[in-house]
T-cell receptor, first 114, second 111 residues
Framework: DADVTQTPRNRITKTGKRIMLECSQT?????MYWYRQDPGLGLRLIYY???????NKGEISDGYSVSRQAQAKFSLSLESAIPNQTALYFC?????????????FGPGTRLTVL | GEDVEQSLFLSVREGDSSVINCTYT??????LYWYKQEPGAGLQLLTY?????DMKQDQRLTVLLNKKDKHLSLRIADTQTGDSAIYFC???????????FGRGTSLIVHP
């Protein structure tokens, strides 16, 4: 079984709709992250959480919100989706002090906003 | 903050060596990483190098770090079609727990 899972894997929605992307991990890591990937722009950090009570904005948090429901679960919400939020979204985890603080990524959610 | 730059594309012939280059701006970068993203998948760590090292070798992969020029490279020996992917360079300073990723280099391996 995958260590970091994301649901859904693909989603098409309309402008103005509320969307939630979910991430679960079985690695036992405290740290979780949400990134967005756009062609030619690489990965940009949206939000991150270092433990259940900790939520921090990344470089592009506007239009997004997150919830850390448990150590293993970190969800990303788009309150009112717009077309320029069409992208590939990745969840990642890391273990503080572990091997270079390596990040472990989920398989991604491809979101299309029409 | 950290800024990481890498070229967007590299095309090589199967069996040749590939060299993917990366530059970074933060001289206090403690860890430098190479991640690989295969089509339809998330990023997977290939290797990382600590700032007190100049070189790290792991089978077909060789990482070279030039701290003076803030330059990192990834060499893949005997490149295979299965190495076709996007390769991301990332750097993290000791004072930050969040790595900064480059835009990714698409490696295309042709017969």
């Amino acid at each position: 079984d995958a260590d970091v899972t994301q649901t859904p894997r693909n989603r098409i929605t309309k402008t103005g709709k509320r969307i939630m992307l979910e991430c679960s991990q079985t690695k036992g890591h405290d740290r979780m992250y949400w990134y967005r990937q756009d062609p030619g722009l690489g990965l940009r950090l949206i939000y991150y959480s270092f433990d259940v009570k900790d939520i921090n904005k990344g470089e592009i948090s506007d239009g997004y919100s997150v919830s850390r429901q448990a150590q293993a679960k970190f969800s990303l919400s788009l309150e009112s989706a717009i077309p320029n939020q069409t992208a590939l979204y990745f969840c990642a985890t890391s273990d503080f002090g572990g091997a270079g603080d390596t990040q472990y990524f989920g398989p991604g959610t491809r979101l299309t906003v029409l | 903050g950290e800024d990481v730059e890498q070229s967007l594309f590299l095309s090589v012939r199967e069996g040749d060596s590939s060299v993917i280059n990366c530059t970074y701006t933060d001289s206090s970068s403690t860890y430098l990483y190479w991640y690989k993203q295969e089509p339809g998948a998330g990023l997977q760590l290939l290797t990382y190098i600590f700032s007190n090292m100049d070189m790290k070798q792991d089978q077909r992969l060789t990482v070279l770090l030039n701290k003076k020029d803030k330059h990192l490279s990834l060499r893949i020996a005997d490149t295979q079609t299965g190495d076709s992917a996007i390769y991301f360079c990332a750097g993290r300073s000791g004072g930050s727990y969040i790595p900064t990723f480059g835009r990714g280099t698409s490696l295309i391996v042709h017969p």
